[in-house]
């Protein structure tokens, strides 16, 4: 498997943690992103010691916006699963934890960036203290139901007033204005750049597709991460019918591939 390239337990979305080890030992897979939601189904303690006995290389821990930010008594028990998370990532040897920043709610959105510097706060303590980057995930504009950050610009931004890093989801962010430019400014602060396809008019989320089966110009945005300087690894987020359609292991695999020649093509 391609050193820069990893698969996250997202694009296996229906299965369980043991359907994912089992698949990662046939298919040869050695990178990957571990699902914080599938260790939660698992049970904790032992989902986080299979992954590690199975000696894998943890590219980040995942899950989704941890805080309802404008319901501030749910905060502690949120914080919690945040803790156990990093934690988790820690002994993984996680090379990030990412999280979208929760729903806004009734929140505008400078109020909602100020709610989740507060919430953030001792956790970011504690994520300096095990020595995992935290990276915030921006969404796309349809899913204001796990994030209120919507693009690379604003979540660089906000990253940077909060001290983590940042999570680029190219699916979200391919078309927007000024993207090479923000990719150059931000590199420093990128931790993981997730990859997937999709096909324009598309009018319902999530829809991806395997790269090269859609219409982002991947190859070009690729070449700008890495000629911005980025080192990191390029993580396949996988989810959706056209998935679903092909089958997991199928889908994984292609993609696999198809991530692979494009890095080689740019001399990754």
């Known amino acids: 498997m391609h050193g820069r ?31 914080v939601a599938k260790l939660e189904r698992h049970g904790w303690d032992d989902g986080v010691r299979r992954v590690a006995d199975a000696g894998l290389r943890v590219t980040n821990l995942i899950g989704l916006g941890p805080f309802r930010l404008d319901e501030r008594a749910r905060w502690p028990e949120q914080q919690d699963r945040v803790v156990r998370a990093l934690d988790a990532a820690s002994t993984l040897g996680a090379e990030c934890v990412v999280f979208t920043t929760g729903p806004a709610g009734s929140l505008t ?15 970011l303590e504690r994520a300096r203290a095990t020595g995992v980057p935290f990276a915030l995930e ?5 899913r204001v139901d796990v994030g209120f950050v919507h693009t690379l610009a604003d979540v660089v931004d906000l990253a940077r007033r909060l001290g983590t890093g940042v999570c680029m989801e190219m699916n979200a962010c391919w078309s927007e204005r000024g993207l090479a430019r923000t990719i150059a400014e931000g590199v420093d602060a990128l931790r993981l750049v997730q990859v997937s396809d999709y096909a324009v008019g598309t009018l319902s989320t999530p829809a991806r597709l395997v790269p090269g089966d859609g219409d982002i110009p991947i190859g070009r945005i690729v070449g700008d991460v890495l000629s911005a300087g980025y080192e990191g690894c390029f993580d396949l987020e996988l989810i959706g019918p056209a998935i679903e359609d092909e089958g997991y292991e199928r889908a994984a695999t292609r993609a696999i591939a ?9 001399g990754a």
């Open 258 to 266: 198809s991530l692979t020649a494009l890095l080689e093509d740019a």
């Open 109 to 123: 959105w400078e109020e909602a960036a100020d709610a989740l510097a507060d919430a953030l706060g001792p956790l």
């Open 5 to 35: 390239v990893s698969l996250s337990a997202i694009s296996t979305f229906a299965w369980g943690l043991d359907e994912d080890l089992a698949f990662y030992e046939r298919a040869g897979i050695t990178n990957v992103g571990v699902s």
């Open 138 to 142: 921006h969404t796309n504009s349809l």
